[in-house]
Nanobody, 111 residues
Framework: QVQLVESGGGSVQAGGSLRLSCAAS??????MSWYRQAPGKEREFVSR???????TYSDSVMGRFTISRANAKNTVYLQMNSLQPEHKAMYYC???????WGQGTQVTVSS
């Protein structure tokens, strides 16, 4: 059973940065995505990286967040810069092919 473990969340002030990590329990060079869910809102797409490291971003994070992967470490990253209070959410990674989710990591941004 594949497991995804997110880490790197925390509390930062507006304008700060965080780098989230998603480690997979095995080698899975498949499409991986990041989603987020803010309190009282539905889970929404943030970014995706495919097996060739081609990337996709939602309009709301384009130019601010960067997704990358280190296949040797079975890990996908989400570098988040210039964070604002509206970015506060639980962030989840997903192994798209199998529809498997991690447990999430909390990001809090104070103004």
């Amino acid at each position: 059973q594949v497991q995804l473990v997110e880490s790197g969340g925390g509390s930062v002030q507006a304008g700060g940065s965080l780098r989230l990590s998603c480690a997979a329990s095995g080698y899975y060079n498949y499409d991986m995505s990041w989603y987020r869910q803010a309190p009282g809102k539905e889970r929404e797409f943030v970014s995706r990286i495919d097996s060739h490291s081609r990337t996709t971003y939602s309009d709301s994070v384009m130019g601010r967040f960067t997704i990358s992967r280190a296949n040797a470490k079975n890990t996908v990253y989400l570098q988040m810069n210039s964070l604002q209070p509206e970015h506060k959410a639980m962030y989840y990674c997903k192994l798209d092919l199998y529809g498997i989710w991690g447990q999430g990591t909390q990001v809090t941004v104070s103004s």
